[in-house]
């Protein structure tokens, strides 16, 4: 694993909630780090088938105070999640952006809720993986996997529970509450044919969208297509943040897992979020740097690289061209 990519001051000004969590976390840090092996490969042409406080303390996030062990550049080249979390300061909302099919990174989302329980500092887990509406906040700390899967109507093709079900299990045994917050599928329609949706971000933000729509789909979409999947991207981006915000707890952090582009500061959920949270965003990094990660996430969590997969040829295939 390559050291973690600061991509704000290493000086973070925080505000301490009643249980002094981020005093707590940097007491986890010489924790030693989870290793959960998982795997997920998500399949191509998703996007095509959607389309059928208490006090204020100033935090030194550099790694040589938690381990004493860093390499060149000075950062520790394989962090543990609570030097991580440490590193960001305190939040409201973390979003948590990943490579769905880097296997690393649901072990991190795993390790992210550990750590967040085990500093009494967890809200929610708000989850891409499941639709709005569906939580286990009903559920007992000693519910079941099937009985969670039941609750969040898991759709297993599509999200491997075998992968994102630990980090679940781990909320739902602390008795922190998992919240689906995904566009349901049956609004897509809806969304689909709403005007309105184009006026909810800016004409930069909403042609930057157009464009990764257009290059995600390989340029295969018809163009009188681009705009409705645009509104889809977008309603799904301000589900994640109502949901986020409708959890957020004082002196707690609402954890949100989700694909990078919907943590992406500039684009994505945080455009949604109300004025005045804290926010951080992430984004698990199997691909190597991108040229804005500097300005679209807090930081850059490095992990080991994925083989690369063409996913156009794919999306042909399955297209039958």
């Given amino acids: 694993m390559h050291a973690d990519s600061p991509v704000t001051h290493h000086t973070h000004t925080v505000r301490l909630g009643p249980n002094r969590d981020s005093t707590r976390l940097a007491e986890l840090a010489s924790a030693p780090p989870q290793h959960v092996r998982r795997r997920h490969v998500l399949a191509a042409g998703t996007w095509l088938m959607a389309a059928s406080a208490a006090g ?29 979390l440490h590193r960001l300061g305190a939040t409201d909302v973390l979003l948590l952006g990943e490579q769905h ?41 000693t519910a079941t996997p099937a009985a969670v899967q039941q609750a969040l109507a898991w759709q297993d093709s599509a999200w491997p529970w075998r992968a994102y079900g630990p980090a679940v299990m781990a909320a739902v045994a602390a008795g922190v509450p998992v919240q689906g917050g995904n566009l349901p599928r049956q609004r897509n329609a809806q969304v689909m044919k709403d005007p309105a949706w184009d006026d909810r971000v800016a004409p930069d933000v909403l042609q930057r969208h157009q464009n990764d729509v257009r290059d995600g789909h390989c340029n295969l979409l018809p163009a009188g297509q681009i705009g409705p999947m645009t509104r889809i991207q977008l309603a799904r981006d301000h589900t994640l943040a109502t949901t986020a915000a409708s959890a957020v707890a004082r002196g707690k952090t609402v954890l949100v897992l989700c694909g990078s582009q919907h943590a992406h500061r500039q684009l994505g959920a945080p455009l949604h979020l109300p004025p005045g949270l804290r926010v951080k965003t992430v984004r698990m990094a199997a691909d190597g740097p991108r040229a804005d990660d500097a300005s679209a996430f807090d930081a850059i969590w490095h992990t080991a690289p994925v083989p690369p997969v063409d996913h156009c040829a794919r999306l042909r295939e399955s297209l039958g061209r």
């Fill in 56 to 84: 204020v303390a100033t935090l030194a996030g550099c790694a040589a105070t938690a381990t004493g062990a860093t390499d060149a550049s000075g950062m520790d080249p394989t962090p543990t999640m609570p030097i991580r």
């Fill in 101 to 141: 099919d880097a296997p690393e990174h649901q072990q991190l989302h795993l390790a992210a809720v550990q750590t967040l329980v085990e500093a009494k500092a967890l809200a929610a887990l708000v989850l891409e993986m499941a639709d709005v509406g569906h939580t286990t906040g009903q559920l007992p700390s």
